[in-house]
């Protein structure tokens, strides 16, 4: 079975919020099984989603891993093509998940099973939740031992090897004012009012203190989105609650610390709740013999990204990540594809890896 064989297969399996999930994981199971490879499914808590893990045992300790995730996001309006049927027009193949990302998936499965290093430990790694909560990639590190190693994420990166990703800090603010008659505002507290104010001197003291750059990332250094803000129910009415949900992007795991420090201080300052609800440290990979070598073979300098991947849980666990993966990157929009030639690039890149590491 080619790698475009692959894809449509798993294009076909609907796993928006992985609703076909495991009858996915089934089926790479059973197509691993035929290429003698040890698998196993790692359930979540309510056995409605799986995780799988597949193994391929060498002579020597060193062990590379390739990982994707199954799931994908909704297909949304504009579709020109049925999303779960596979569609080759020219050098594009449509389908929802082509490029975000079971294109990577396909290549990773064909590369897998194409060549052999007897002296490689090779594991493959398939997740759910990616695009939830990285619920999947948690319950895998919880239930399922895993020698540290070298792990090829294949996002779509076009190719291009990956090795520093942002991370990522959101939090919700609640501010509770006073309620009065708009025509006398001096009788009220506008919670809209102190909402803005604490946008402003959040985003000004924390331009004094992330300053630090690295460069893979554009911009280099953190940044910032006060994204969502509701407050008030009537234009003459003074508003009483007002509340805030924002995020940061840093480039540094110590920026976790000071801007924890800063926005709870300011929320005091305001007499406002915080809630700090998702936080994802920044993953930046240094094994420069790793990167040499992805770098060689891949022919691209090695880059950075803004967003966040599983590839920052696997370096929490002493993993090597390196993002990787065809592209070119189009995830999350109508008419997703990916193409042919970045895929079978994608395929003859692994396979040299799989070789060469």
């Keep these: 079975m080619n790698t475009q064989e692959i894809l449509k297969q798993l294009i076909a399996f609907n796993t928006v919020n992985d609703q076909e999930g495991l009858t996915a994981v089934d089926w790479i199971k059973a197509f691993l099984d035929g290429h003698s490879f040890e698998t196993k499914k790692i359930f979540s808590a309510d056995k409605t989603k799986a995780n799988l893990v597949a193994f391929k045992r060498g002579k020597g300790k060193k062990w ?18 049925d999303p779960w049927k596979m569609e080759v027009k020219g050098d594009k193949i449509f389908g929802l998940g082509t490029c975000d990302m079971k294109g990577g998936v396909a290549a990773m499965l064909s590369a897998a099973t194409e060549v052999h290093n007897p002296d490689l430990n090779l594991g493959l790694i398939f997740t759910y ?11 895998l590190f919880k239930k399922q031992k895993l020698v540290p190693g070298t792990v090829i994420l294949a996002e779509p990166t076009d190719n291009q090897p990956v090795i520093a990703l942002k991370g990522m800090i959101s939090f919700v603010v609640t501010f509770k004012g006073k309620s009065a008659h708009s025509s006398y505002p001096d009788r ?14 959040l985003r000004s003291e924390s331009a004094k203190l992330l300053k630090k750059k690295i460069n893979y990332f554009n911009p280099a250094e953190a940044t910032n989105n006060p994204a ?24 540094a795991n ?34 420069k013999k790793i990167i040499s070598l992805v770098e060689k073979i891949s022919g691209r300098k090695a880059g950075g990204l803004n967003y966040v991947t599983e590839g ?3 370096a929490r666990h002493k993993f090597t990540p390196v993002i990787l993966g065809p592209g070119p990157i189009n995830a999350h929009l109508a008419n997703e594809f990916v193409s042919k030639r970045s895929l079978a690039e994608a395929v003859a890149i692994f396979k040299e890896i799989i070789k060469g590491i």
């Design 129 to 139: 939740d990616e695009e939830n909560d990285f619920g999947g990639v948690y319950e």
């Design 228 to 251: 969502i803000i509701n407050g008030g129910d009537a234009i003459n009415k003074i508003p009483a609650l007002c509340v805030l949900r924002m995020e940061y992007r840093v480039v």
């Design 64 to 81: 590379l891993y390739f990982s994707g995730h199954l799931d994908t996001v909704p297909a949304g309006a504009d579709w020109l093509t």
């Design 254 to 287: 110590e920026q976790f610390i000071v801007l924890k420090k800063l926005i709870s201080s300011l929320a005091k300052k305001y007499q406002a709740r915080v809630v700090f609800d998702y936080a994802m440290e920044p993953m930046l990979t240094t094994d």
């Design 312 to 314: 920052a849980i696997f």
């Design 188 to 201: 009220g507290i506008n919670a809209i009012v102190n909402a803005a104010s604490f946008i402003n001197e």
